[in-house]
């Protein structure tokens, strides 16, 4: 097994997170593509770890227990947002338009 | 005793200190109409003190110790300073009446002349001279009054004779016109500041008296200046009340300028110093030069002439009657008018040398003092009011006091102001007395009359009075006015022989007589009183001080009896001349036997023709009004044209008003005036209305341009700019996250190419 191979498959995951951060209207959606993201970092954190040391996988664990958390805050926002206006689509939410 | 000697500040200060608490606690506390409660008393301690000082005067020279400049404080006076490092020893062998200070003293000159020898022996006739008549001690104290380079300015107090005898009077005068105000001014709208200026006025004259530099005395001068001013203008709501008060005051400014030039130039003759004491000692010892003396002396009798009523500046003094009459018997006895005569006295021997006043027959001040005597007491005659008559007689008898002092009868002068002042006071309080009685009225003519039965007190006191003034022995103006006639050294041995001075003082006496006569006629008889409502005598408070000062005008000539009398009959020595003997210095600053300096004896030819003449003025005007035998001479003006001119010289006083209002005031006013009016319309508002012109267009320039175009250009830019910039840059902030999120990830995407590129 090379380390190549899991950074490319971290590299794909993280152009599909980026993809989906981009593009997708639907909130809950946006917030799935940044889990992606994150694990596209995990699976680069675990894979240096097991090449190079314990300590990425250190790292891993905490991305993933402050994943959690965001996903938790993410998720109570866009409820709220939902609840303000009945809807969560990301390209109405403008009001900070300059 | 000395304690009353050093301590003579404390005579001053107590009516300054009456005037402060007058003015701060006299109408709150008292109420308006008892400031006397504070002024009496403080002037009363103050005439206890100067008694005091007089009594401790004449101890200290009965009982001399040391030289002449024993008493003077180092710090006062520079001869002292400079003399009291010297060895005293070497002159140890001029004898032993006198201490090492008058050796010290009389040293200086002497060596300054380089004439030793010769000084050494009239220093030994002095010795035997100085055992009989010891060399006076002046008291001088000072304090540091302010300092300027290495220059120190003091102030004190020089008590000697003369100082004493003026604090006597100027105190006694002063407790009598105080007791005398609180009736006479009682009701007054201002009895608060009546009574507070009249303690200043007091205070401000004890000061000049007791000044111990010329500064100091300049001081004095001006202060006393502005209380006259104050007091004269005291019912200033009638235009001519303060018209007189600054016709005094300007008038007074004028002979101001002589006193200060001549004060500055004696501080340059002696060597940059003020003190009274070496002033005196450089002029009386040769140590000035003798133009320095003329022009200070010419200076200064200036100063006399406008302070002291002498003629050409003497204008001022008949419009002060204005004022109330106690401040007229002040201002006339005591404290305004006497300055002048005291000033000169103070600085004799400046005059005495300036002027060569020895062995001379006629000088400036005998010739100011003798015009004024006549011309003084000619106008007098032509006066309706009481008040104006006693003016001009003040006039007059000033020009004697003048006279005498220019003649060199320098006691004669001296003692001629003290019984001058006590009949003075005694005849301007009787005038009040009068007016009191006659709805404060002075117009003797016309309001007055027959008014001896009604007011025997005033009556009496102002004929003793009036026959004191008038020079009928025995009376107080008859032994000064003697004195001054044989001072003239006419007839008799003196100082020098002054004829003409003779001539002009016989002159006036026999016209002081006369117009007397003529108040007294017009006053007191002259048929029923003529004015409103009844007359009565004043109260006690006003006629007391008219029996005291009578009763003194009767006995104080006593203080001066002279050492022979007519018929060569003397009087036992031991009463003779006391006067002279404690007033008169004796000592370096003073004029002494090597001068010329003698004093004239009672001479039985001039009293007899003082006598005769004054006794021809009474009898002339006795005549005239009471007989009627002079029938030729009444309504002489309607009958001839050369006496109706004459008249009318007189009743427009000399045309001097005239002179100085019209002519002088005038010529300065319309051509001085016109030209000060167009400079200031033309220069002086051309260059201040250009100056505001230019002001205002450059200003307008400097916002037009500047302001408006720079600096705001400058702001708005940089508003326009922001707004212009904020207008593009806001089009960026769609509001969108996932526009920001592509930026986002396009810019990591750049600086992780940069990234790869630069490290990798």
């Known amino acids: 097994m090379l380390l190549n191979q899991f950074l490319l498959l971290s590299a794909a995951?993280?152009?599909?997170?980026?993809?989906?951060?981009?593009?997708?209207?639907?909130?809950?959606?946006?917030?799935?593509?940044?889990?992606?993201?994150l694990n596209a970092v995990n699976i680069n954190l675990v894979a240096f770890g097991t090449f190079h040391g314990i300590a990425g996988q250190v790292f891993a664990l905490f991305v993933i227990a402050v994943a959690a958390a965001e996903v938790g805050v993410g998720l109570a926002i866009i409820l709220l947002i939902y609840r303000n206006s009945r809807s969560i689509d990301i390209d109405q939410l403008d009001e900070l338009k300059g | 005793m000395d304690w009353f000697l050093t301590h003579a500040w404390i005579i001053p200060a107590l009516p300054a200190l009456g005037f402060?608490?007058?003015?701060?606690?006299?109408?709150?506390?008292?109420?308006?109409?008892?400031?006397?409660w504070i002024g009496v008393p403080l002037i009363a301690?103050?005439?206890?003190?100067?008694?005091?000082?007089?009594?401790?005067?004449?101890?200290?020279?009965?009982?001399?110790?040391?030289?002449?400049?024993?008493?003077?404080?180092?710090?006062?006076?520079?001869?002292?300073?400079?003399?009291?490092?010297?060895?005293?020893?070497?002159?140890?062998?001029?004898?032993?009446?006198?201490?090492?200070a008058a050796a010290r003293g009389r040293s200086v000159a002497q060596e300054d002349h380089g004439t030793e020898a010769t000084t050494t022996q009239e220093g030994g006739e002095e010795?035997?001279?100085?055992?009989?008549?010891?060399?006076?001690?002046?008291?001088?104290?000072?304090?540091?009054?302010?300092?300027?380079?290495?220059?120190?300015?003091?102030?004190?107090?020089?008590?000697?004779?003369?100082?004493?005898?003026?604090?006597?009077?100027?105190?006694?005068?002063?407790l009598l016109v105080h007791l005398y105000s609180t009736d006479y001014v009682n009701g007054d709208r201002r009895y608060t500041h009546y009574y507070a200026f009249l303690s200043l006025f007091t205070s401000s004259m004890l000061f000049f008296v007791l000044a111990e530099n010329t500064l100091q005395m300049m001081v004095g001068w001006e202060l006393v200046g502005v209380c006259s001013f104050a007091l004269i203008g005291h019912w200033w709501e009638e235009k001519p009340n303060s018209d007189a008060a600054l016709k005094a005051f300007i008038t007074n400014r004028v002979g101001d300028v002589g006193l200060i030039v001549g004060v500055i130039v004696l501080f340059f003759g002696a060597g940059q110093s003020f003190s009274i004491i070496d002033i005196n000692i450089g002029a009386n010892e040769g140590l000035m030069n003798h133009t320095v003396l003329l022009v200070a002396s010419c200076c200064l009798i200036t100063a006399v002439m406008s302070k002291s009523g002498q003629f050409v500046l003497h204008t001022w003094l008949p419009d002060a009657m204005a004022g109330p009459t106690p401040v007229s018997a002040l201002i006339h006895a005591a404290t305004m008018v006497v300055a002048g005569i005291y000033m000169v006295g103070r600085l004799y021997p400046v005059f005495f040398e300036g002027l060569a006043i020895g062995g001379s027959s006629i000088n400036l001040l005998a010739l100011v003092g003798g015009v004024t005597a006549v011309f003084g007491a000619l106008l007098a005659f032509v006066q309706k009011d009481i008040k104006k008559v006693l003016a001009y007689s003040?006039?007059?008898?000033?020009?004697?006091?003048?006279?005498?002092?220019?003649?060199?009868?320098?006691?004669?002068?001296?003692?001629?102001?003290?019984?001058?002042?006590?009949?003075?006071?005694?005849?301007?309080?009787?005038?009040?007395?009068?007016?009191?009685?006659?709805?404060?009225?002075?117009?003797?003519?016309?309001?007055?009359?027959?008014?001896?039965?009604?007011?025997?007190?005033?009556?009496?006191t102002y004929l003793i009075g009036t026959l004191a003034l008038a020079g009928i022995i025995p009376f107080a103006g008859f032994w000064s006015k003697d004195e001054i006639l044989a001072g003239t050294g006419s007839a008799n041995e003196g100082v020098g022989n002054y004829h003409f001075a003779l001539v002009m003082l016989l002159i006036g006496a026999f016209c002081t007589a006369a117009y007397m006569t003529r108040t007294i006629w017009y006053a007191f008889y002259n048929?029923?009183?003529?004015?409103?409502?009844?007359?009565?005598?004043?109260?006690?408070?006003?006629?007391?001080?008219?029996?005291?000062?009578?009763?003194?005008?009767?006995?104080?000539?006593?203080?001066?009896?002279?050492?022979?009398?007519?018929?060569?009959?003397?009087?036992?020595?031991?009463?003779?001349?006391?006067?002279?003997h404690y007033v008169e210095p004796v000592g370096p600053f003073f004029p002494g036997s090597s001068d010329n300096f003698t004093h004239a004896e009672f001479n039985g030819w001039i009293a007899a023709l003082s006598l005769l003449v004054a006794g021809g003025g009474l009898l002339a005007g006795y005549l005239f009004y009471w007989k009627r035998a002079l029938k030729p001479l009444e309504n002489l003006a309607e009958k001839s044209r050369l006496a109706a001119f004459f008249k009318n010289i007189l009743v427009n006083k000399y045309y001097f008003d005239w002179l100085y209002t019209d002519v002088i005031v005038h010529a300065v006013k319309k051509p001085i005036a016109a030209a000060a009016y167009w400079f200031n319309q033309k220069v002086l508002d051309g260059v201040v209305d250009g100056a505001g012109k230019t002001a205002v267009a450059s200003g307008r320039f400097v916002y037009d341009k500047i302001d408006q175009g720079v600096i705001d250009g400058v702001v708005n830019g940089t508003a326009v700019v922001a707004t212009e910039s904020g207008g593009e840059l806001r089009r960026t902030q769609t509001g969108r996250v996932q526009q920001y999120a592509a930026l986002f990830f396009a810019a990591a995407a750049i600086l992780a190419g940069i990234f790869v590129l630069v490290i990798g």
């Open chain 2, 527 to 580: 048929g029923e009183y003529k004015g409103h409502g009844h007359p009565h005598e004043s109260g006690p408070v006003i006629t007391w001080p008219l029996i005291v000062l009578a009763a003194l005008t009767c006995v104080i000539w006593l203080v001066n009896i002279p050492t022979k009398f007519f018929f060569d009959w003397r009087p036992p020595e031991s009463f003779t001349l006391k006067f002279e």
């Open chain 2, 20 to 36: 402060v608490l007058i003015l701060l606690f006299g109408k709150r506390f008292l109420g308006p109409t008892r400031a006397h």
């Open chain 1, 13 to 37: 995951l993280f152009c599909i997170g980026v993809y989906g951060v981009l593009v997708r209207r639907n909130g809950v959606l946006v917030l799935m593509s940044i889990e992606m993201i």
């Open chain 2, 394 to 460: 003040t006039v007059s008898q000033l020009g004697f006091m003048v006279t005498a002092l220019g003649v060199g009868a320098w006691t004669a002068a001296m003692f001629h102001l003290f019984t001058h002042a006590m009949f003075k006071a005694c005849l301007f309080l009787g005038a009040g007395s009068l007016s009191h009685a006659s709805h404060h009225s002075f117009n003797m003519v016309d309001d007055m009359g027959g008014l001896r039965r009604v007011m025997p007190r005033t009556y009496w």
């Open chain 2, 127 to 174: 010795h035997a001279e100085a055992e009989k008549h010891h060399d006076t001690q002046p008291v001088v104290r000072c304090v540091s009054w302010f300092d300027t380079g290495d220059h120190s300015f003091t102030i004190g107090t020089l008590v000697d004779g003369q100082a004493v005898m003026l604090l006597f009077v100027v105190t006694l005068i002063s």
């Open chain 2, 45 to 100: 301690v103050a005439f206890v003190l100067s008694i005091c000082t007089g009594v401790a005067w004449i101890q200290h020279t009965n009982d001399p110790h040391g030289g002449p400049l024993a008493d003077v404080q180092e710090e006062c006076s520079r001869t002292v300073q400079a003399t009291g490092s010297e060895e005293p020893a070497e002159h140890a062998d001029e004898g032993p009446t006198e201490g090492h």
